[in-house]
């Protein structure tokens, strides 16, 4: 087959050359099991549609046209385990609809199931499966290029570490990653020294982190779920982004991570903590303190306690350290150790119109000034708050301070943890409420809120 391709693409070629005929309409050539893919695919010229037979067809292929290459359901590209199985360098190529495995296992060489190069601008991977390679789908500079409807499952031996990650995007501006699902491997998408990126509708499940942000700004994060990975989302050494819509149920350590980001709008998110047992982690609800909660309806499934073995996740709903000048706003934090770890000279932030839900301490500050998280007379919801609302505007008719001194003294000497129930400590803390003066610095919400704001739900395509 391969031949007589050959022969009517010369004839047509030496034909259009001499101006006996005008270059006809896009074609689509046929590739069957027995044929050699990679002839087949450089016998194409641009507007061409290469499509796989069902069946497995030997890999590496390489696209340097722009062509669309696509497969019948059931059509698999296997490679040799050496390498990456496709490669795409031309600007505008699309890869859809394959099956793609058999790639090699060199980190350093960035063996992937589809590989895009940076000449490839604007190239797209779509409905295609990624699985079993190191990584998925590695987009390697190329500007505007798009990955969606993907499934990539990624490596599911060895160490997690030296797995590839999902998606890999490293210096393409504009590149968009949208309604993928990811699991296995290591990160979902990773994304470094990039900017003007979209990550927007995917699903993450078994992963180290489900979204990595490095050094990637003026980028959007929205509309993903992440479930029972290490780490949800961490950003990174990144600014001016947008996260927005995000969900993370029951990852184990953290929901959100942000290290050095800065100048970012972070709303409408939620994380969502999950007991996990020493096995397996697992859907049932948190267990919380029902003394402490005020403003909530009961929930049954939320009041399990830990047992043997169990273990809160996350441990923290968000972990703050070195961020500055963000503006957190409608998101909830529900059922972790730890609601937000506050640290590391963080300044400048906007924390308003969140609710915190049912977290074991929901807030830990490690610093000694005052923080006010509220703002043009609106703070947040605690579930702990025991306030009144006597003029009835929905603030709480007193400040609200998640800390006291106790709290300090457990942060830094957890043995202490013994005294909690001794008549001293009840006299401390006793004292403390009654003469805030005696308060160490922290954080004060000046306008609490009597009702939780309305809990976020994933958009509908990013659904688990």
Not at 18 to 27: F, H, K, M, Q, Y
Not at 73 to 100: E, H, Y
Not at 304 to 322: M, S
Request: aromatic residues 8%; proline residues 5%.
């Amino acid at each position: 087959m391969a031949g007589a391709c050959t022969i009517v693409r010369l004839g047509l070629a030496a034909a259009i050359a001499a101006g006996l005929v005008t270059p006809s309409r896009a074609e689509r050539i046929a590739v069957g099991l027995g044929d050699t893919s990679q002839d087949i695919v450089d016998l194409a010229v641009d507007g061409d549609t290469v499509v796989f037979r069902p069946g497995e067809h030997r890999g590496p292929i390489r696209i340097a046209r722009k062509l669309t290459v696509e497969g019948e359901p059931g059509a698999v590209v296997v490679g040799p385990g050496k390498g990456s199985v496709v490669t795409v360098s031309a600007p505008g190529a699309i890869v859809r609809g394959l099956t793609v495995r058999g790639s090699g296992r060199d980190l350093e060489k960035m063996d992937s199931g589809i590989f895009i190069e940076k000449s490839a601008a604007g190239a797209i991977a779509e409905n295609n499966r990624v699985e079993g390679n190191l990584y998925g789908i590695y987009i390697h500079g190329a500007p505007e290029a798009i990955v969606r409807h993907n499934e990539v499952v990624g490596i599911q031996t060895g160490r997690m570490n030296e797995a590839g990650n999902g998606v890999s995007v490293w210096d393409a501006p504009g590149a968009k990653v949208l309604n993928n699902s990811f699991r296995y491997g290591r990160d979902g998408i990773f994304s470094i020294a990039s900017r003007r990126n979209v990550f927007s509708g995917n699903r993450f499940r078994n992963l180290r982190f489900a979204v990595h942000y490095m050094y990637t700004n003026d980028g959007e994060v929205t509309d993903n779920v992440s479930t029972n990975n290490t780490v949800g989302y961490a950003i990174m050494y990144s600014h001016r982004l947008t996260i927005r819509g995000n969900v993370s149920d029951g990852d184990r350590d953290r929901g959100f991570l942000f290290n050095f980001a800065n100048g970012s709008q972070i709303s409408g998110n939620a994380v969502v903590g999950r007991i996990q047992s020493a096995e397996r982690w697992t859907r049932s609800g948190l267990g919380g303190n029902e003394a402490r909660e005020h403003g909530l309806p009961a929930d049954n499934e939320s009041r399990q306690t830990l047992g043997a073995g169990d273990r809160i996740g996350p441990e923290k709903c968000v972990f703050i350290y070195n961020t500055n000048k963000n503006r957190f706003r409608d998101n909830w934090f529900e059922g972790c150790e730890i609601g937000i770890h506050f640290t590391a000279g963080s300044e400048g932030n906007e924390i308003a119109g969140n609710a915190f839900i049912r977290n074991q301490n929901q807030v830990k500050y490690v610093g000694t000034r005052y923080l006010d998280w509220s703002k043009d007379g609106r703070g947040n919801y605690w579930s702990d708050n025991p306030a009144f609302d006597l003029n009835g505007d929905g603030l709480g008719d007193g400040a609200y301070r998640p800390n006291d001194l106790v709290d300090r003294v457990l942060w830094t000497a957890p043995q202490a943890k013994v005294l909690m129930n001794s008549p001293a400590v009840q006299v401390i803390r006793w004292a403390q409420a009654q003469f805030p003066a005696l308060l160490p610095g922290g954080v004060v919400d000046s306008h609490p809120l009597m009702a939780p704001p309305a809990r976020p739900q994933p958009a509908e395509g990013a659904r688990p």
